[in-house]
C-alpha cells in the first residue's frame, strides 16, 4: 500500500507544474519571450539584410543600422550587429552575431588565453571581444543605438544574439550602465 502512495506522489509530482515562478521569470524572462522574440533576432543577425527576417517574423520592426567590420588578424572574419526596433514590444533590440568559422573561434581562443586584457570599468575583458565591440560600437551602433533611444527614450532595451555575442553583450551593457549613463538597471534585458 505504501508503495502505491510513493508511486502516486511521484507520478504528481512529474506531471504536476511547480506555481513558484522561476527567478528569471520574475524578471520577465519567459520560454516563449526567448524562442518568438530573442532567437528570431539573433538568427538575423547573421542575415547579410536582417530587414528580410524581422519582416517575417515581427509585425512592426525595422533595422535602424546594421554593422560589419573586419575584426581579427584574418580578413575573412569579420563581427556584425544591429540595432532594430520591435515598436509592438516598444523594444530597441541590439543583436550581435556569432561566430561564422573554426578559423574565427580559433583565433577567439588564441587572442584570448595568450593576449593581455584590456583594463575595463572594475576589472578587465579579452582584447578579442573588446576591439571586436570598439569596432562596432565606433562604426555606427553608438550612434544607432542613441539616435533610437532619444527618439524612443520609453522603450526597453533588449540585447541578443549567439556565441561570441555573449561577450560582446556584456560589454555592450557595462558601456551603457557605466559609461553613458543612460539607462536604469531594470530598463536591461
Not at 588565453?113 to 570599468?121: D, N, R, S, T
Request: glycine share 4%; with cysteine; net charge negative.
Amino acid at each position: 500500500m505504501l508503495l502505491y502512495f510513493v508511486l502516486a506522489l511521484l507520478i504528481q509530482s512529474i506531471l504536476t507544474k511547480p506555481q513558484i515562478k522561476s527567478g528569471v521569470e520574475s524578471y520577465g524572462y519567459t520560454d516563449d519571450f526567448a524562442r518568438y522574440k530573442m532567437v528570431p533576432m539573433a538568427a538575423a543577425s547573421y542575415s547579410s539584410d536582417p530587414q528580410v527576417c524581422l519582416t517575417r517574423h515581427y509585425k512592426n520592426a525595422t533595422v535602424v543600422k546594421q554593422v560589419t567590420a573586419s575584426c581579427d588578424i584574418t580578413k575573412e572574419d569579420s563581427c556584425s550587429g544591429f540595432v532594430s526596433l520591435n515598436h509592438d514590444d516598444q523594444a530597441i533590440v541590439i543583436s550581435f552575431r556569432g561566430s561564422t568559422s573554426n578559423l574565427e573561434v580559433s583565433v577567439e581562443v588564441i587572442e584570448t588565453v595568450f593576449e593581455k586584457q584590456v583594463p575595463f570599468l572594475s576589472g578587465g575583458v579579452s582584447h578579442y571581444f573588446y576591439h571586436a565591440f570598439t569596432l562596432l560600437w565606433d562604426s555606427g551602433l553608438k550612434d544607432a543605438f542613441l539616435s533610437a533611444k532619444n527618439s524612443y527614450p520609453t522603450y526597453q532595451v533588449f540585447i541578443t544574439g549567439h556565441s561570441l555575442d555573449k561577450s560582446l553583450k556584456i560589454i555592450f551593457f557595462n558601456c551603457i550602465f557605466y559609461e553613458v549613463q543612460l539607462l536604469q538597471l531594470q530598463q536591461l534585458i
